[in-house]
């Protein structure tokens, strides 16, 4: 985390471990952490390594559609979340046809995978130049590479683009019948990796300190434990590039955590708030 001397003394409880920080657990023998060494980022190394900040001339997180998107697809909501988890204007742009963007695609049927690689480098060159980061959503399947089965989604620190799938995310990729919290469970999923990915055009690295939004995840399962919020360093992190007010940002993410039906949420945003309130009197 470093030294908070230079930050707010009302900002400290933020920045600190409070009781839903928990920090990184055991990762389990399919989880990401067992497979990829990581050996974490100090807030010193982000910003010794950071490339890309907000600019008042470059703010806008752009959102683009790509292929046809499911009816459960939650777009607005995930918009309304960008503006409000990172602190900035979210943009939705026409959906692009997948076919148009040359990308390498693989498998049959409706489960054919398209390559993130291509799919990233056609889109760096569909950033807008006012615009600060591009991050693409599609229902079509992902992997990075031969070697790999699949992938969730990918982003470039540098490139300022990235791109993930839902296709994963909803129950009826498996089979499975749609229940009651269907549509919720798509879109707690969603927002965690939007976050996670655009997250990392911020140039914040995989979480290895806390149980964070920005940890590694190799499997559903380990998505589905993982928790929405950033923990106090990458939050910091966050702060240090964009600029807002850590209580604003509290109080606008619990607005939406409790307008979406997402309590477990919200009620984590509240007890954030609660200890910044605490900490001016």
């Given at each position: 985390?470093?030294?908070?001397?230079a930050v707010?003394?009302?900002?400290?409880?933020?920045?600190?471990?409070?009781?839903?920080?928990?920090?990184?657990?055991?990762?389990?023998?399919?989880?990401?952490?067992?497979?990829?060494?990581?050996?974490?980022?100090?807030?010193?190394?982000?910003?010794?390594?950071?490339?890309?900040?907000?600019?008042?001339?470059?703010?806008?997180?752009?959102?683009?559609?790509?292929?046809?998107?499911?009816?459960?697809?939650?777009?607005?909501?995930?918009?309304?979340?960008?503006?409000?988890?990172?602190?900035?204007?979210?943009?939705?742009?026409?959906?692009?046809?997948?076919?148009?963007?040359?990308?390498?695609?693989?498998?049959?049927?409706?489960?054919?995978?398209?390559?993130?690689?291509?799919?990233?480098?056609?889109?760096?060159?569909?950033?807008?130049?006012?615009?600060?980061?591009?991050?693409?959503?599609?229902?079509?399947?992902?992997?990075?590479?031969?070697?790999?089965?699949?992938?969730?989604?990918?982003?470039?620190?540098?490139?300022?683009?990235?791109?993930?799938?839902?296709?994963?995310?909803?129950?009826?990729?498996?089979?499975?019948?749609?229940?009651?919290?269907?549509?919720?469970?798509?879109?707690?999923?969603?927002?965690?990796?939007?976050?996670?990915?655009?997250?990392?055009?911020?140039?914040?690295?995989?979480?290895?300190?806390?149980?964070?939004?920005?940890?590694?995840?190799?499997?559903?399962?380990?998505?589905?434990?993982?928790?929405?919020?950033?923990?106090?360093?990458?939050?910091?992190?966050?702060?240090?590039?964009?600029?807002?007010?850590?209580?604003?940002?509290?109080?606008?993410?619990?607005?939406?955590y409790r307008?979406?039906?997402?309590?477990?949420?919200?009620?984590?945003?509240?007890?954030?708030l609660e200890?910044?309130?605490?900490?001016?009197?």
């Amino acid at each position: 985390m470093g030294s908070l001397d230079a930050v707010p003394v009302e900002w400290h409880p933020a920045f600190t471990a409070g009781p839903d920080d928990a920090p990184m657990p055991r990762p389990g023998r399919s989880d990401w952490l067992t497979h990829h060494r990581e050996a974490g980022q100090s807030f010193a190394r982000f910003k010794r390594d950071r490339f890309h900040v907000p600019t008042a001339e470059r703010r806008e997180i752009v959102v683009q559609p790509l292929g046809e998107l499911a009816d459960a697809t939650p777009l607005a909501a995930l918009c309304e979340f960008g503006s409000r988890f990172f602190g900035l204007p979210v943009v939705q742009r026409e959906a692009l046809p997948l076919g148009s963007l040359g990308a390498k695609s693989r498998g049959e049927g409706r489960y054919r995978q398209y390559h993130t690689r291509g799919l990233l480098n056609a889109l760096k060159r569909k950033v807008p130049e006012e615009a600060y980061c591009l991050i693409a959503v599609t229902q079509a399947d992902l992997y990075p590479d031969e070697t790999w089965y699949f992938v969730f989604g990918e982003a470039r620190l540098y490139d300022r683009v990235g791109v993930y799938s839902f296709a994963r995310y909803d129950p009826a990729f498996y089979g499975l019948a749609a229940d009651a919290d269907t549509a919720r469970t798509i879109l707690r999923r969603g927002l965690k990796l939007m976050a996670h990915e655009v997250g990392h055009m911020f140039g914040i690295l995989h979480c290895v300190h806390y149980h964070c939004v920005m940890n590694g995840s190799n499997n559903l399962a380990e998505t589905d434990r993982s928790p929405l919020q950033l923990c106090p360093v990458c939050l910091r992190k966050l702060q240090d590039s964009v600029g807002f007010d850590v209580a604003v940002r509290e109080h606008r993410l619990a607005e939406f955590y409790r307008a979406q039906g997402l309590g477990d949420e919200a009620a984590v945003a509240e007890r954030r708030l609660e200890r910044l309130f605490a900490a001016l009197g």
